[in-house]
């Protein structure tokens, strides 16, 4: 069965199964995590988080865990919250072959499971890598395509299944029980992308309420509940809800090789995976040519189909975007940043900066086409264009497979503390930043403890 090979595989997996680069790659995608989660902690829609989880008495209990930037709260509440704050900023990390955003998934479990179990470094690691690598395969057997045209966002599908592996295996499930959880998590596989019509907070609440379910689809397997053996490849199991029963095998074959998370993005621009490609290519073009939005007559964009549903239309919202959410999800406006910013930051997506005259003027006169050619290598690799014709006539073009923070293309490991320093500056000063990198870059030895302890205010 699916499930069980699965659950074997998450269970068998040891730190010194992890190669060097991947192991280190790890380290940094959980400090990039733990930056967007600091800086996605102080946006406008976590008040109303904090609000709630005080009402329910998130912070009194036996057993607290840590919450980035804040007072601990109990673990199932702890990771719902630390995955809502560092979604809310669209600038986590994104697997492009399922067009997911993994690490919001997985390593909030991984950090409230471990602080909870004493775990060491290294089981922590060896977790959050599983997770990852059961969060891309069901993404990959899904598709984002058929995943998007039902309606639903990819991340909050995969989700519970992802933090129900990583906690799972922290807590010491044997396969049978992980099994279990995966089958409570498949009745809470969901997630709607109707945010896309009016700008709503919901997609920030996607990875936090999937975590909180597979934080507690774990422990609800370890006491004795039992979910159904087939949550996959049941008459009524994931693929047929969500995705296509031909993609099965996508699920269990090669596993770890690559490592799924070895192969994850980072994002450099605060707003949508499908916007960080034509924002480098209207940057570049802009400093090589020196051109800016008074100069530009014209801009198309060579996308992949999959973009159009979500960041190019519908055209009036994408041009003229009035709050964060549709600015963000917006391609026009994107290229318009990238000309007359020359940048895309949190700071050009805040809503005292939507009504920026340059913006909207390159907005406008941006248009996007699918090239089938792209589709062809998509969704592995997510490539786009640039024509732009200036006033005087010129025409100016670029193209790329690889946008700036994917794997082929990383930020180093430099460009990755610079990242966090970034966000985390909203909430912690210069030592207390300096204490968490060093925490982090020390986890396989130090645990997770110095982290929790660093991150917590």
């Not at 600038?91 to 909030?108: E, G, K, Q, R």
């Not at 786009?384 to 200036?390: A, E, L, R």
Request: charged content about 20%.
């Amino acid at each position: 069965m699916i499930a069980r090979d699965l659950a074997r595989w998450v269970l068998d997996l040891k730190y010194e199964d992890i190669d060097a680069d991947t192991e280190a790659y790890c380290r940094e995608l959980i400090l990039d995590h733990l930056g967007t989660a600091a800086r996605g902690g102080v946006m406008e829609n976590m008040p109303s988080v904090d609000a709630t989880l005080a009402a329910l008495g998130a912070d009194s209990g036996a057993v607290l865990t840590a919450v980035v930037g804040k007072a601990p709260a109990r673990p199932e509440w702890a990771v719902f919250t630390n995955s809502i704050a560092a979604h809310s900023v669209e600038l986590d990390d994104t697997h492009s072959a399922s067009s997911l955003h993994p690490a919001v998934v997985v390593i909030p479990g991984a950090m409230a499971a471990a602080e909870v179990e004493g775990s060491s470094g290294r089981e922590t690691i060896a977790a959050i890598v599983a997770g990852y690598e059961v969060a891309c395969r069901l993404g990959r057997a899904l598709t984002a395509k058929e995943v998007y045209a039902k309606g639903f966002h990819p991340t909050a599908i995969v989700g519970a299944f992802s933090t129900a592996a990583t906690v799972g295996k922290l807590i010491g499930l044997n396969e049978e029980q992980l099994a279990h959880a995966f089958g409570i998590a498949a009745s809470q596989a969901s997630g709607r992308t109707e945010f896309l019509s009016e700008g709503a907070w919901t997609k920030r609440l996607h990875p936090g309420w999937s975590s909180h379910a597979g934080y507690i689809a774990a422990h609800l397997a370890k006491n004795g509940f039992t979910g159904p053996s087939l949550p996959f490849d049941g008459r009524d199991g994931l693929l047929r809800g969500y995705g296509s029963e031909e993609n099965l095998a996508r699920l269990t074959q090669g596993l770890g090789q690559p490592f799924e998370l070895a192969i994850t993005s980072v994002k450099p621009h605060a707003c949508c995976r499908y916007n960080q490609g034509p924002i480098d290519l209207a940057i570049a073009l802009r400093a090589e040519h020196g051109i800016g939005p008074d100069d530009i007559a014209s801009i198309e964009v060579g996308v992949v189909t999959a973009a159009i549903g979500i960041v190019v239309e519908p055209r009036d919202r994408k041009i003229r975007p009035t709050n964060d959410v549709d600015a963000q999800f917006s391609l026009p406006y994107a290229v318009g940043l990238g000309i007359a910013k020359g940048q895309a930051s949190l700071d050009e997506y805040a809503p005292e900066a939507l009504g920026d005259a340059g913006v909207l003027a390159v907005a406008e006169k941006t248009v996007a086409i699918v090239k089938p050619e792209f589709d062809a290598k998509y969704p592995d690799i997510w490539p786009c264009d640039m024509t732009i014709t200036t006033t005087d006539g010129r025409t100016l073009t670029a193209s790329l497979e690889h946008a700036k923070g994917d794997p082929e293309n990383k930020l180093g490991y430099d460009g990755m503390c610079a990242k966090f320093r970034s966000l985390a500056s909203s909430v912690f000063d210069d030592a207390q930043m300096d204490a968490i990198i060093a925490a982090v870059n020390a986890i396989a030895d130090g645990g997770i403890g110095p982290v929790a302890a660093a991150v917590t205010r």
